[in-house]
């Protein structure tokens, strides 16, 4: 040790003994090794200590000392080296892990369900923006907060106390929440699972939230039309057996056979249309209609459509009117579909409309004399106004004026996809307790088009 080759007295007497310095030569080596050794100390190896000729003791120490040095040198050197390596290392580290939390929040971002991780004791660790805007909050806001603080939905806050305070890997719930920025209702599929470190460490949870909302409606609106479909073919089949059994078993007048075959015709018809819907439908909708445009005469259709729905009309004492202009151009159309909308816009104003009410059908050219425009007018029950768009779903009734009404709440989406196979575009105004009109334009037939 340092003590041990200069004595400490030693030491003192040759460095701090100014007022008797030693001038002696062995002094002066002694003094330079000296200040080789501080300056190693200070971290500095560039100097070696010069040996004599004499070869002696001192000349040994300095051999001593340079070997030394070299070897701290190396020493220091390696040290340095695997210092870089380390410091490379920890900074391809921090750059990958930034990546992964870059790649896992773009992931996070990207996915329309609703994401929260949250720690073990239920701190918040990342939301995503389809979270915050179920939740109406901020990331910048929770982030590191304990979810209690943070979350006002009850349901959600027992689905994640429930899961931090019970064993189980993860629980799947549904989940009717407000959204807060429509003020509706949203139902979520709610699942939090447990999150574990590569060494199967439980880190926390993750809870994602899947907007559900459209699938449970289409499923409601399925079921609704599958008991609506099937009460809609029940009833006017049991009515036409019943009026086939009694025709069979009892001897009936020939005035009481034509009522009866004539309710039978008219339930045949009702089926009959209920069946068309259906299959209209699902050939609109597998795009398997082919339409065939050709000039159509207005006039002659309309009167098509009279001639169809007289029985109805004058069963409920209705007034039936047409409105075409003798100047009215053809117009380029599928007579099948044009016959099929004007049908179901007419079979709606007679349907929904009180006995002694009145129909009107008009047809006119539009300002530009690009289309013709039509409208269907009634004084029937009207809509009211949150249900004009829905309407054109499909299946989609008005529970009041639907009431007892037939209907499959097919006819106005299978309007709505012919005349915009046409081109045209369909509307409605209405007043409830008033009427309603139904319009919708259809290209004129121009030569050059043909
Ligand atoms: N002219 C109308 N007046 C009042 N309500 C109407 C009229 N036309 C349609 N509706 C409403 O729109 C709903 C959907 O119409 P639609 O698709 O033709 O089905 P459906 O005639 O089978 O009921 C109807 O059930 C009714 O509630
Ligand atoms: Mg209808």
């Not at 007579?335 to 049908?343: M, R, V």
């Amino acid at each position: 040790m340092a003590k041990e080759i200069i004595p400490s007295d030693k030491f003192k007497e040759i460095t701090y003994n100014k007022e008797n310095p030693l001038r002696d030569e062995t002094i002066i080596r002694l003094n330079k090794m000296i200040e080789i050794v501080m300056n190693v100390a200070k971290g500095i190896y560039s100097e070696q200590v010069q040996l004599s000729d004499k070869n002696d003791e001192i000349d040994a120490l300095g051999i001593g000392i340079n070997m030394m040095i070299d070897d701290i040198k190396k020493n220091v050197e390696r040290i340095k080296k695997e210092k870089i390596n380390l410091d490379k290392q920890e900074k391809r580290r921090t750059i990958e892990l930034k990546e992964e939390r870059n790649k896992f929040h773009a992931t996070a971002e990207s996915i329309s369900d609703g994401i929260l991780v949250i720690d073990f004791k239920g701190n918040i660790l990342i939301v995503n923006s389809a979270f915050e805007r179920l939740f109406g909050i901020k990331k910048e806001q929770v982030t590191g907060r304990h979810v209690l603080d943070c979350l006002e939905d009850v349901k959600i806050l027992d689905l994640i106390t429930r899961k931090l305070t019970t064993g189980h890997e993860y629980y799947t719930e549904e989940l009717i929440i407000t959204d807060r920025v429509t003020n509706t209702e949203k139902i979520l599929n709610g699942r939090i699972s447990s999150v574990f470190n590569q060494a199967g460490k439980k880190l926390g949870a993750v809870i994602v939230l899947r907007n559900i909302t459209k699938e449970k409606e289409a499923e409601r609106i399925k079921n609704e039309f599958v008991s609506n479909v099937s009460h809609e073919i029940r009833t006017p089949l049991s009515s036409i057996k019943g009026f086939v059994d009694t025709l069979l078993m009892v001897k009936v007048s020939e005035s009481e056979r034509k009522k009866f075959l004539n309710i039978i015709k008219q339930e045949s018809n009702r089926l009959n249309q209920l069946i068309t819907d259906l299959l209209d439908l699902s050939r609109i909708e597998s795009g398997r209609v082919e339409l065939k445009f050709e000039p159509v005469d207005v006039f002659q259709k309309l009167e098509a459509v009279k001639s169809e729905i007289l029985g109805k009309i004058s069963r409920k004492k209705l007034s039936f009117e047409i409105k075409v202009p003798a100047s009215l151009p053809l117009i380029k159309a599928d007579k099948n579909a044009l016959f099929q909308i004007l049908i179901n816009l007419v079979s709606n104003a007679i349907k929904f409309t009180e006995k002694e009410g009145k129909i009107c059908v008009k047809a006119e050219l539009c300002n530009k004399k690009e289309c013709v425009k039509f409208s269907v007018r009634d004084t029937g029950y009207g809509i009211e106004k949150q249900y004009l768009t829905k309407i054109w779903e499909k299946f989609y009734r008005i529970e009041t004026s639907s009431h007892k009404i037939p209907g499959t709440g097919l006819g106005l989406p299978i309007v709505k996809d012919l005349v915009e196979k046409h081109n045209g575009k369909i509307w409605v105004n209405s007043k409830p307790g008033k009427g309603s009109v139904f319009y919708f334009t259809i290209p004129v037939f121009t030569e050059r088009k043909k």
